[in-house]
């Protein structure tokens, strides 16, 4: 456990895209036995360094030595030849199939007669789970499983191929806190046996219960390799956010909101599923509400109870002092509730339909004319809408999926804006957006709260949230651990540190 | 393309180049069925001017024999463009045409017509309840739907024939004019009439494509996406059913038999009109246009003396040219 040689070693490794560089000169060791934490901020190069050691990338400059011997990866079969296991965040299994199968897909041991034999798959799979301490059956089919045994069906297929070094990509991030806890001790188990591991991670509190070192990287450059008994969770907040200038996402200070009485939205104390636990906060008319968490806290769950998505199992939800039924997404509209959903591209849009049908799908009955849709009334109206949200399109007939990332997502707030809504929902609205229309964007909602619109912000990208935000709920395993006005927190610093809960 | 566009732009100005821009913009694909229809179209023409393929005759008899499947297969738009299938077509119609001509012949000619539509209504019910409410896929309800309503059709009259012998029955849903237009003829037209103003231009129709298009956006945007797929095959097994008086009226009598296999035709009719098998995008129209370039393939290979299992051969082989030049990309 305690050998000092390094299990895999990166060497001064660069690697540019289309002439931006995307990591300079990192070096990076793991090693054998060690739990060695891997964070950054978005964009440091994280993803594009574990790629590299995957082989789904090529390094433009440097070297990878595995075991203390120079080796070439350029595939993905390379690295597992080399001893390199991935534990992907989204799982790469299959779920018809059982999960011996899974784990030698593509592997399967073979009897005398060259047919695979099913019997030994068995047999390796119980194997290599007795040795990970773990309890799962091996002729389950993946699909009938919960997410925790994918995962453990994950590690079991890296062990299987021999793997001596895993990467774990936010391994907690889908699941509850006892299978958390069982992770932990598996990981622990692993490193006693001499696996390395290589752990991406945005808990602080889980960095330090488990890993033994941490490298932080920033704009693609390392900017330490430490103990982590040797740093505080400040400095690796700070190492992440650094000093960086948003001036365009900058807070600018509002009227203060008109607090009426009466809030225009209400959460009393709704649950739904494990993620969305007794949470209660007031939304009132002209205020933006930012909703701050890690992955997995329940951010974009509580927002598809509040649009009706999901069933409410407990609680009640009020809008404009009435007690509101809201049972599904169109009765939330009714409500005049409206949702900028995640994924704008799988949710928000029909892609292979035209601009402007997209923007007119909600708003058919206000061009309908007797049982007709009249189109030149359609037409006039997305032409606003398209000139309001200043989309850029030749011509509204074009299929939004020729738009880019910025212009789909204007698109989406039009789309929905054009319902005026009361209560406007937005989850991670600048997502693969640029920078120019990201400040647009919140430009946008800063009108549109001036206009007594009464907005909930979503974002895991802090200085976007303190840029917009009146006040900023914590989110922490489905509760609410924080309600702080915007003039209580200081920088994305200490927005970070509520957030980790440390 | 995008690289085209781009450099087009920058190259700019010019009546010309405008005009070439928007042929090269021009989604030509779209109008392949147009263009294969009119090709099709002349090269039978110039070939069999001998035989009388131009004759106003045969061209309202190819109107003619296509009528039901144009009926079917305006139904079947609608199904395909909300990414769903609906295979029990053919064996609907057949035993619609048996449930009218029973009834036809015990009451009378109104209760006849409803005994048909009630099959329609019966199952285009349970196919979009067994889709919409149970989340079974509707390739296998409407597959498992179309061996039940042949053998209910086949059991009922224990596969024999069963006569028409209304005479009004038979000139309105059959052999009769409306004026100096054949019957057949008028109710296809109508079908496409209103299938094409309620998929395009309603509420509706255009609820039915934003389901086929992205039936995750459609939910979250406040569809009832469940609604709409019952909606789709309730009304592709009444239109079905329709058609198998269609069948009734021109034949004379009703048996099981009557649309059997039609569902393939009608598919292959809805997907040459350039509506997308993964449904989001559809139209009417080309599904007319789809039908009749059907009839027209059949018509031309009788004409030019190709024996059935040769007409077979060809007509698979030019629809799978058609629909490889019409597809994406």
Redesign the interface.
Known sequence: MNTEDPAVEMRSISKGFNGVNVLNDVAFEVRTGEVHALAGGNGAGKSTLMKILQGVYHADAGSILVAGKPVDINSIQDAKAAGIGMVFQEFSLVPSLTVAQNIFLAAEPQGRSGLIDDREAVRKAREIFADMEVDVDPRAHVSRLGTAYWQLTEIAKALAQDARVLIMDEPTASLARHETEALFDLVARLKKRGISIIYISHRMDEVYRIADRITILRDGRRLLTEPLTNVTPEQIVEGIVGKKIEGQLSYRQRDDYSATAIPVLEAKGISSGNRVRNVSFTLHAGEILGLAGLMGSGRTELARVL?G?DPLESGEIWIGGKKAAIT???R??EAGLA?I?EDRR????????SVR?NL???L??RI?RG???D?AAGKSLSSSLIKKFAVKVAHPGKPVR?LSGGNQQKVVLA?WLGTEPDVLILDEPTAGVDIGTKSEILDMIRELAKAGKAVIVISSEYPELLAVSDRVLILRDGSITGDLKRSEIADEESLQLAVQGV | M?NSTVSTKASGGGASDKFKRTLRELDWRRYVIYIGFVVVFIFFAVLLRDQGFLSPNNLLNIFRQTATITVIAVGMTYVIACAEIDLSVGSVAGLSSVCTAMALSQWGIVPGILAGLAVGLVVGSINGALVSLLGIPSFLVTLGMLGIAVGVAQWITASAPQPILNDTFNLLFGSGNFGPVPGLIVWSAIFVAIGA?VLS???FG??V??TG??R?????????TKRIKFQVLLISGVVASFAGMLYAGRLESGRFQWGSGDELSAIAAVILGGT?LFG??GSVVGTLFGALLIGLINNGLILAGLDSSQQQVVRGAIIILAVALARKK
């Open positions: 649009f998505i599904s997404p169109r939330a509209i949702l959903p799988a949710q928000g849009l029909v892609l292979d339909h049908d007119l799908l909600p058919l009955d309908r049982p007709l849709l189109t020729l789309k | 995008n103003v231009r309603t509420k255009r609820q494509l934003a298009g992205n995750t956006a459609a939910d979250f945007t406040g569809i009832n997308s989001g995008a």
